[in-house]
């Protein structure tokens, strides 16, 4: 997964961004990974017909997880008093509250405040979506419990997610702790981020038999987005040593995890009935949008309580997140992802293809073509808000 973008942050240039159309990176000297992999896969087995998966050889996107994941390799990133110097916590042009003026006039401490909050906001969601969602499919596949009929090495390698996931959430909650040692900045958290709160909503409307597909799609969906940021992140020199080195373990991993989860989306396609296909292919775009759109009521209450008048909080929010724009960044973020799912034939429905297109996930030109459009000018709402 990648939290960054659950968080409505990133890149502005995240759909022509050139990091982005490359292959993944996986560890922090830049060096490919032959294992990761991003490309779009090949049609479903068993598409349209109600099938189980094929019998195409599984190869494995693990075969140097042993030597490279961050949990065998990466050493503890420690914050101390005299690290930074005046080192910023998380990028302000990724902050999207940062570039609204009535956020600059708070004041420098507040601005800082608004930094540090927004790493305290994507540490939290990263830990509780590694943990809450993603180890519990990870630990239903390699257990068997998620029954597709996958090759042995699949399930050994879901293991291996456990673990990488596992550590993400060991090393950012270590990081949150240390982050607000050094600041003396108490987290402005809710109890859960908005997006399991959303997942929840969607699941209780759901018929029981079919919560756990809901779930499998969710976790596909957030292993599988793709956003700049991730990438960005620890290429920004002005960032606290610790954080960038720390995201960019995280990164490290992502590869393997996205490459793994297009398989599964194969394997999973594959067993459902035509029927139950076209259920979740109506579902997707609202499961697309439950990992990205922003935590307004999170920020709301932020900027609440740096004694912003409520007239003013509804003016940030609104003015910062604007509909055209977290349409147009989810578009963008999503757009891997629903290249993966129009080649297992899930755009080939009339009625699933309007509902994505209604929810603003495909391109006016088509859903698998890669944006070439040129930089947003600086009166481009994804620019002014800098997501």
């Not at 996107?61 to 005299?82: C, D, I, K, N």
């Not at 995890?257 to 999973?268: E, K």
């Not at 297109?357 to 040129?374: E, I, K, N, V």
Request: glycine letters at 6%; aromatic letters at 8%; a negative charge.
């Amino acid at each position: 997964m990648c939290g960054v973008v659950g968080l409505f942050q990133g890149c502005p240039a995240v759909s022509f961004c050139p990091a982005r159309l490359r292959p993944a990176r996986t560890d922090r000297a830049q060096d490919p990974d032959p294992d990761a992999g991003t490309s779009a896969p090949a049609p479903a087995p068993g598409a349209g017909d109600g099938g189980a998966a094929g019998e195409e050889p599984y190869r494995s996107p693990f075969r140097t997880w042993y030597e490279r994941a961050s949990v065998r390799q990466a050493p503890r990133r420690l914050v101390t008093a005299a690290d930074g110097g005046v080192a910023t916590f998380f990028p302000p042009a990724l902050v999207p509250l940062a570039s609204h003026r009535l956020v600059r006039d708070l004041g420098p401490a507040a601005y800082e405040q608004v930094l540090v909050q927004h790493l305290y906001r994507y540490l939290d969601f990263t830990a509780k979506l590694e943990y809450l969602v993603v180890n519990r499919t990870a630990l239903g596949i390699a257990h068997g419990s998620v029954d597709l009929g996958l090759p042995r090495e699949m399930r050994l390698d879901a293991l291996k997610i456990y673990c990488d996931e596992a550590y993400h959430t060991l090393m950012t909650v270590d990081l949150l702790e240390q982050v607000t040692d050094r600041t003396r900045i108490a987290p402005r958290l809710p109890e859960e981020p908005y997006f399991l709160r959303r997942l929840a909503a969607i699941q209780e409307s759901t018929a029981p038999e079919l919560r756990p597909l809901v779930e499998l799609l969710f976790v596909i969906v957030s292993e599988t987005l793709i956003t700049g940021s991730l990438s960005a992140i620890p290429r920004d020199q002005e960032l606290l040593p610790q954080i960038r080195d720390t995201i960019q373990d995280h990164a490290s991993d992502e590869g393997r995890h996205h490459a793994y989860f297009a398989l599964f989306a194969r394997h999973l396609w594959g067993a459902l009935d035509t029927r139950t296909r076209r259920w979740a292919a109506l579902r997707l775009p609202g499961l697309i949008h439950t990992f990205l759109d922003p935590d307004l009521d999170s920020m709301r209450e932020e900027l609440l309580g740096y004694g912003m008048p409520k007239d003013s909080v509804e003016q940030v929010l609104a003015e910062v997140f604007t509909s055209a724009g977290v349409q147009a960044y989810a578009r963008s973020s999503a757009e891997t992802t629903v290249r993966h799912f129009a080649a297992l034939g899930v755009l080939e429905d009339p009625e699933a293809r309007e509902a994505f297109d209604r929810q603003g996930l495909l391109p006016p030109a088509g859903p698998a073509r890669t944006s070439s459009a040129p930089a947003p000018g600086p009166e481009d709402p994804v620019t002014r808000r800098a997501p």
